[in-house]
């Protein structure tokens, strides 16, 4: 077996490193309100989605009837203003996300300034003083009620997608899990992962 380079080994150091730095930023973050955050966003992300999708919907009816009126018993999942609404409220969720992040980044990177680790192993100490990691891989009701509502989301949502643009969607909400639950981000996709196959297959 070859030997492993010097280079390799710094590169393979340097990745683990900035993976490292990147959970704590991300635990900090979540600790200051950004899973509450998350959740919202998520929400407004799923009206936006709906509103454009009626939206879609009425650009296809003009354009079989260009005369066509609106009909005010037939209401659409979203309205108009309410979709804008969203999308507002979408785009001050994402600043309040930058700005949250990057504080939570400021603080590690006071941290490494000031401690200066000079390995990995202080690295870690240095990093789980700011926030330790949850060692606990069972997911809460609370958190399983989020992946669950997942599961339904995507159980509506794939069988109208393009086989190819599908496994798109659930990397998609595997990252949004990843984002709200980083320290047992292992077990909640896979459990989005079961239970969607699962409902697919049902």
Do not use: F, W
Not at 56 to 69: G, I, K
Not at 107 to 120: F, H, K, N, Y
């Amino acid at each position: 077996m070859k030997p492993e380079s010097n280079l390799s080994g710094r590169v393979r150091e340097y990745c683990e490193r900035v993976h490292l730095i990147n959970e704590a930023v991300t635990r900090i973050y979540l600790k200051l309100g950004g899973q509450a955050l998350e959740r919202s966003l998520a929400a407004c992300e799923r009206t936006v989605a709906v509103a454009l999708r009626c939206r879609e919907s009425e650009a296809r009816l003009l354009a079989q009837n260009p005369d066509a009126r609106y009909d005010p018993k037939a209401r659409p999942l979203v309205s108009v203003s309410a979709g804008l609404a969203a999308a507002r409220e979408l785009y001050r969720y994402l600043r309040e996300r930058e700005a949250l992040r990057s504080q939570a980044r400021a603080q590690v990177d006071a941290a490494l300034e000031t401690l200066q680790p000079a390995g990995m192993a202080e690295l870690k100490e240095v990093l789980n003083s700011l926030c330790p990691p949850d060692a606990d891989e069972t997911l809460a009701d609370e958190e399983r009620e989020l992946v669950e509502q997942e599961v339904r989301l995507l159980g509506a949502e794939l069988p109208e997608l393009e086989p190819a643009k599908r496994q798109a969607r659930v990397e998609q909400s595997a990252l949004l899990l990843r984002s709200l639950m980083p320290a047992r981000a292992r077990g909640a996709e896979e459990l989005l992962r079961n239970r969607l196959q699962a409902a697919l297959a049902a």
